[in-house]
């Protein structure tokens, strides 16, 4: 079987878009765009490998939204994007030519693995293979400001990425190009003599253009999340330690610095012990303590995000998601809300769900009861679970 390289192009500065940066680093769903792209390629079990081309001035933005993905070194792209392209068929070339290469928009986040598989299967038989969409509007032909004739649409098709190929005969062909000024790389593709392929893709393959499009990318992850998963329950879950001699506490599972610390058998992570009752609740699977109790020496000093940790995997193993949580911190002090956004990053991170997913926040009993006295934290917490009907 002849290794396949997926060659993300991420060289554009997004101008039609309007944002501040780069439509490709823009959050989609809590992750950046490119890093849903690179992702959908990365699990896909027929990709060896992925290669990114990145605009100039970009490196710090591109680190940030692959951070963790063992990709490597990005290849910097050119003025145009047959140029970028052209540079990445270069790089792998240099680092040792595959036998297949997928070239795919970054803007392009949800490409489906059935859509990368068939066009891997056609270049058994093509050169080259290129997603697409039939068109289904009529078209019109523009006469200035009016409608000039109606266009046979019979036979068209709308062009997308993952456009693929045997690696040597389209970096000839790429190379052959140089200099002109084509719209994709199965134009460049067709100079060459190159049998193209059109495999049907799906309409969900768009390109991220408009702020509009990402609000419909939003709206199909969601839809794509929580598919199936019609029955939903929601768990609550409450916790309290009292303070003892120390220099911080742990809360969602971050340490806060502070003139005490929180006593409990474990690190006594008030807040990540009520959220793991909240998901345990709402799966009517018992309380912390049943999975993990305090008599077995093993959890003494144990981190709090393991208790989580294995919450979550119990969803997990029952075909579930966690749509959503919230957790109140109940003290005087320390204060929380310095550390608010550490702490749902850290939740979100555990949880392995998105940062809108992810609620927390602080209050105080007006130094009324043991909070209010200073002796201790108290937190609640409220989990909202999507199960299989």
């Not at 680092?95 to 859509?115: C, K, Q, S, W, Y």
């Not at 809360?251 to 058998?265: E, I, K, N, S, Y």
């Amino acid at each position: 079987m002849q290794s396949c390289v997926a060659l993300i192009v991420a060289a554009g500065t997004g101008q039609r878009f309007g944002a501040e940066r780069p439509k490709q680093y823009l959050p989609l769903a809590g992750r950046p765009v490119l890093r849903r792209t690179v992702e959908a390629f990365l699990t896909h079990p027929r990709i060896d490998a992925v290669q990114v081309v990145i605009g100039p001035g970009f490196r710090d933005l591109y680190d940030e939204a692959v951070a963790g993905l063992g990709l490597p070194g990005p290849v910097m792209g050119g003025a145009t994007r047959q140029d970028s392209v052209r540079n990445g068929l270069e790089a792998l070339a240099a680092a040792g030519a595959p036998g297949l290469v997928l070239i795919h928009d970054a803007a392009r986040p949800l490409v489906d693995a059935e859509t990368i598989s068939a066009v891997i299967d056609a270049l058994a038989t093509h050169e080259g293979a290129l997603a697409a969409v039939p068109v289904a509007d009529t078209l019109k032909r523009a006469d200035g400001a009016v409608v000039g004739d109606t266009v046979d649409r019979t036979g068209l098709w709308r062009a997308l990425t993952p456009q693929g190929f045997r690696f040597p005969a389209i970096l000839a062909a790429h190379r052959a190009a140089a200099g002109l000024a084509l719209t994709d790389d199965a134009a460049v593709a067709e100079r060459a003599g190159m049998g193209v392929a059109l495999v049907r893709s799906k309409e969900e393959n768009f390109k991220v253009t408009t702020p509009d499009d990402l609000e419909r990318a939003e709206r199909l992850l969601a839809a794509r999340r929580f598919a199936g998963l019609d029955d939903v329950r929601t768990g609550t879950g409450f916790d309290v330690h009292r303070f003892a001699e120390g220099d911080h506490v742990w809360l969602c599972g971050v340490a806060v610095p502070h003139t005490q610390r929180l006593d409990g058998h474990s690190d006594a992570d008030v807040a990540l012990h009520a959220l793991t009752d909240a998901i345990l609740g709402a799966l009517a699977d018992g309380d912390i303590g049943s999975h993990f109790p305090p008599s077995d020496p093993q959890w003494k000093g144990a981190d709090s995000a393991l208790f989580l940790r294995h919450a979550v995997e119990l969803v997990g193993q029952r075909g579930g998601r966690i749509a959503h949580v919230d957790v109140t911190v109940i003290c005087e002090r320390p204060k929380v809300g310095p550390h608010r956004p550490a702490m749902v990053a850290r939740l979100a991170e555990l949880l392995g769900i998105e940062p809108d997913r992810v609620s927390v926040k602080a209050t105080t009993t007006e130094r009324l009861g043991f909070t209010g006295r200073g002796e201790g934290i108290a937190a609640q917490a409220v989990a909202t679970v999507r199960l299989p009907g």
